[in-house]
């Protein structure tokens, strides 16, 4: 029989920097088996996509570059996760395993049931930390900000640097799809030390004007931190994010950005918490009285949604949002915010019909912000205000708009610059005169009928007993009082 060995479970924690549990088990001083494990259930989730596991890929080359000199290496496997554990555990007695909590769909909350369940009848001990400030199996918010004080507001783990008693295991060597080895300079590139990279720019130059850059679709992409697929990834702990902006000494604009960028810092955990204490949020809408919501179940729904995913809408920034998103993986939080409204508002499409594809295009797909968000900006939670974003308001309303539709709509370069906002409003006239035919759709519904509509429906729903019923059992479970 070979000797008894540790695992450290690389999730979503694909860094040597603050990790906690990769400290413990080198501390432990066994032979260490440093594990990825490519998981079949999780790459054919349609949540996610080819876009995700290259990052994911290039993490790990970027930690394996890193542990070289320290004499090991992450080994990668793929099969269901506790098929593996259970193959490698045939040959080699493993006394523990460690790995952060992960705040994860059904899917891998259910496999880390039957995982747990395992270890416990084989006498295997996992030890999972805590995953930032998100508190397991919390049952309302009581003692929350003490503890995210705790975990975010701390003294950084440093990353190993004695060489580790790392193992290998006999395992058939795992090959990437060609894809995951392309680089797309679109994307951004995964990796522990490209997050430290994108960090520095944001604190040394990018992130001044941060705060008021924040709702422009062009000028958040350079002046928001970009670290979301890092902390996504974990290629970032929160706390080191977090840390980085208390420690930088700015004045004056840079005193308010970096208050504003902290503030959100603590929303990742919020929203993450509630995802954590409220699963069903993926499936279902968090307030009981949106079940019977007469959202649409016409024939025209696919086409619609179709319609939607591809940026076909004929409404130019909506479409130039998604097109940007589903080109670069990026799209900043109000248009996050004003994609789910056009989707859920003005076409009456149910929030569920929207989620996957959203998830699968954001390279930072975070299940527990994510949740939360489509839900919190449909309107069905019964307890945040209702916001109907009119897309062309926020067109007219935000800095470099129309830079940004001629980046991604150049269907409409040729028309004059009021009307690339607004191209329903050219007269006939006007198009006849266009030098090449108008390639774009006509809007996939009348604006402001719809937002009427919506505002109608959206209002009326919030005023029945069993939403505010509901909504009492959400701010006591979700919210500090
Ligand atoms: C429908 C919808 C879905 C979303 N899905 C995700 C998701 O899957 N993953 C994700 O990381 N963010 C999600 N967000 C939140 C937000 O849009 C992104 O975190 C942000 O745009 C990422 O860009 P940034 O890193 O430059 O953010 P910055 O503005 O620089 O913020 C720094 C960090 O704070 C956190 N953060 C910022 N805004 C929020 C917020 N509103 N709620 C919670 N955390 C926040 C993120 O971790 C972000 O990286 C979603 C928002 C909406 C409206």
Same mark, same amino acid.
């Given at each position: &029989?070979?000797?008894?060995?540790?695992?450290?479970?690389?999730?979503?924690?694909?860094?040597?920097?603050?990790?906690?549990?990769?400290?413990?088990?080198?501390?432990?001083?066994?032979?260490?088996?440093?594990?990825?494990?490519?998981?079949?259930?999780?790459?054919?989730?349609?949540?996610?996509?080819?876009?995700?596991?290259?990052?994911?890929? $290039?993490?790990?080359?970027?930690?394996?570059?890193?542990? #070289?000199?320290?004499?090991?290496?992450?080994?990668?496997?793929?099969?269901?996760?506790?098929?593996?554990?259970?193959?490698?555990?045939?040959?080699?007695?493993?006394?523990?395993?460690?790995?952060?909590?992960?705040?994860?769909?059904?899917?891998?909350?259910?496999?880390?049931?039957?995982?747990?369940?395992?270890?416990?009848?084989?006498?295997?001990?996992?030890?999972?930390?805590?995953?930032?400030?998100?508190i397991r199996a919390a049952r309302d918010r009581?003692?929350w $900000?003490?503890?995210?004080?705790?975990?975010?507001?701390?003294?950084?783990?440093?990353?190993?640097?004695?060489?580790?008693? +790392?193992?290998?295991?006999?395992?058939?060597?795992? %090959?990437?799809?060609?894809?995951?080895?392309?680089?797309?300079?679109?994307?951004?590139? *995964?990796?522990?030390?490209?997050?430290?990279?994108?960090?520095?720019?944001?604190?040394?130059?990018?992130? $001044?004007?941060?705060?008021?850059?924040?709702?422009?679709?062009?000028?958040?992409?350079?002046?928001? %931190?970009?670290?979301?697929?890092?902390?996504?990834?974990?290629?970032?702990?929160?706390?080191?994010?977090?840390?980085?902006?208390?420690?930088?000494? *700015?004045?004056?604009?840079?005193?308010?950005?970096?208050?504003?960028?902290?503030?959100?810092?603590?929303?990742?955990?919020?929203?993450?918490q509630?995802?954590e204490s409220?699963?069903?949020?993926?499936?279902? %809408?968090?307030?009981? *009285? /949106? #079940?019977?919501?007469?959202?649409?179940?016409?024939?025209?729904?696919?086409?619609?949604?179709?319609?939607?995913?591809?940026?076909?809408?004929?409404?130019?920034?909506?479409?130039?949002?998604?097109?940007?998103?589903?080109?670069?993986?990026?799209?900043?939080?109000? &248009?996050?915010?004003?994609?789910?409204?056009?989707?859920?508002?003005?076409?009456?499409?149910?929030?569920?019909?929207?989620?996957?594809?959203?998830?699968?295009?954001?390279?930072?797909?975070?299940? *527990?912000?994510? /949740?939360?968000?489509?839900?919190?900006?449909?309107?069905?939670?019964?307890?945040?205000?209702?916001?109907?974003?009119?897309?062309?308001?926020?067109?007219?309303?935000?800095?470099?708009?129309?830079?940004?539709?001629?980046?991604?709509?150049?269907?409409? +370069?040729?028309?004059?610059?009021?009307?690339?906002?607004?191209?329903?409003?050219?007269?006939?006239?006007?198009?006849?005169?266009?030098?090449?035919?108008?390639? /774009?759709?006509?809007?996939?519904?009348?604006?402001?009928?719809?937002?009427?509509?919506?505002?109608?429906?959206?209002?009326?729903?919030?005023?029945?007993?069993?939403?505010?019923?509901?909504?009492?059992?959400?701010?006591?479970?979700?919210?500090?009082?």
């Open positions: &029989m070979n000797s008894a060995i540790n695992i450290l479970w690389f999730k979503r924690d694909l860094r040597l920097t603050d990790h906690r549990p990769l400290i413990q088990a080198i501390a432990d001083g066994k032979p260490l088996l440093l594990l990825y494990i490519f998981e079949p259930e999780l790459l054919a989730d349609p949540h996610y996509a080819m876009r995700h596991w290259r990052f994911v890929w $290039q993490s790990l080359e970027d930690l394996n570059q890193q542990l #070289a000199p320290l004499n090991a290496k992450i080994q990668i496997a793929q099969g269901e996760a506790l098929e593996t554990l259970q193959q490698i555990y045939q040959r080699h007695p493993i006394v523990s395993i460690f790995s952060h909590e992960e705040i994860g769909l059904q899917l891998t909350f259910d496999r880390d049931l039957r995982i747990k369940a395992w270890c416990e009848s084989e006498g295997i001990q996992w030890h999972e930390s805590p995953c930032g400030g998100v009581r003692g $900000q003490r503890n995210w004080d705790r975990q975010i507001k701390r003294a950084l783990l440093p990353a190993p640097t004695k060489a580790i008693n +790392s193992v290998q295991v006999n395992m058939t060597p795992y %090959s990437p799809p060609p894809e995951w080895l392309e680089h797309h300079s679109a994307f951004q590139h *995964g990796g522990e030390r490209a997050a430290h990279h994108c960090l520095k720019s944001f604190f040394k130059e990018r992130g $001044q004007p941060y705060y008021k850059h924040i709702s422009s679709p062009m000028l958040s992409r350079k002046s928001c %931190s970009r670290l979301s697929p890092y902390l996504a990834w974990g290629n970032l702990s929160l706390a080191q994010a977090y840390n980085a902006a208390k420690n930088h000494a *700015g004045q004056g604009e840079w005193e308010r950005s970096m208050r504003a960028f902290r503030s959100r810092l603590h929303w990742h955990c919020h929203f993450m509630k995802f409220e699963t069903s949020m993926q499936i279902r %809408s968090m307030n009981a *009285g /949106y #079940a019977e919501f007469p959202w649409r179940t016409d024939a025209q729904v696919n086409r619609d949604l179709e319609r939607w995913k591809h940026g076909q809408t004929g409404v130019p920034l909506v479409d130039a949002c998604m097109r940007a998103l589903n080109a670069t993986g990026y799209i900043n939080f109000r &248009m996050r915010a004003m994609l789910v409204s056009f989707l859920c508002h003005y076409l009456k499409i149910d929030w569920r019909l929207g989620a996957e594809h959203l998830a699968s295009r954001f390279l930072d797909f975070e299940p *527990g912000i994510h /949740y939360p968000q489509m839900q919190m900006q449909a309107g069905v939670t019964g307890i945040h205000t209702l916001r109907i974003y009119n897309p062309t308001k926020q067109a007219q309303e935000q800095k470099q708009v129309d830079q940004f539709i001629q980046r991604w709509v150049p269907e409409l +370069s040729a028309l004059p610059e009021q009307l690339r906002l607004t191209p329903w409003e050219l007269t006939p006239m006007e198009r006849l005169m266009l030098d090449s035919p108008l390639e /774009y759709p006509e809007p996939i519904v009348d604006l402001q009928q719809a937002a009427k509509e919506a505002r109608d429906l959206f209002w009326g729903w919030r005023e029945r007993e069993a939403v505010k019923l509901d909504g009492e059992r959400i701010l006591a479970r979700h919210v500090m009082r």
